[in-house]
């Protein structure tokens, strides 16, 4: 299940409240410093877009909304789509190469940035 919330602090707070003590929590974000992401910010400027309405974050944004809850902790990440896949000779077969490339190369490019966490005991 996926959903847009108008309030960062709630999408992270709310699933931290209901989270049992011990419980994992993962978040998942389009990284707002992407290629995928500032293309399409860049198309959203010259043409009505859903995309111009939205408010994208980095991973150091959303780490210091989860951080400002003091009820999560063990965070790991991870990120995926470090290229566009078309933007390349080689097309789908070399996309696992530049996937562990971009990802060495540039750690903070991923388009998505999905984020573990754990809920601390009561």
Not at 1 to 19: G, Q, W
Not at 41 to 65: D, I, T, Y
Not at 73 to 83: D, N, T
Request: charged share 20%.
């Amino acid at each position: 299940m996926h959903f847009n919330i108008d309030s960062r602090e709630a999408a992270v707070l709310e699933p931290t409240r209901v989270l049992r003590p011990g419980g994992f929590l993962i978040l998942g974000i389009l990284n707002r410093f992407s290629l995928w992401t500032l293309k399409r910010m860049g198309r959203s400027c010259f043409r009505p877009s859903f995309w111009r309405k939205v408010n994208f974050l980095g991973a150091k944004s959303l780490r210091e909304l989860v951080q400002q809850t003091g009820r999560l902790h063990q965070l790991r990440w991870r990120g995926a789509v470090y290229f566009p896949p078309l933007a390349f000779i080689g097309g789908w077969r070399g996309a696992p190469y530049r996937e562990r490339l971009g990802a060495k190369l540039y750690p903070g490019a991923a388009a998505f940035l999905a984020l573990a966490a754990r809920k601390r005991p009561a």
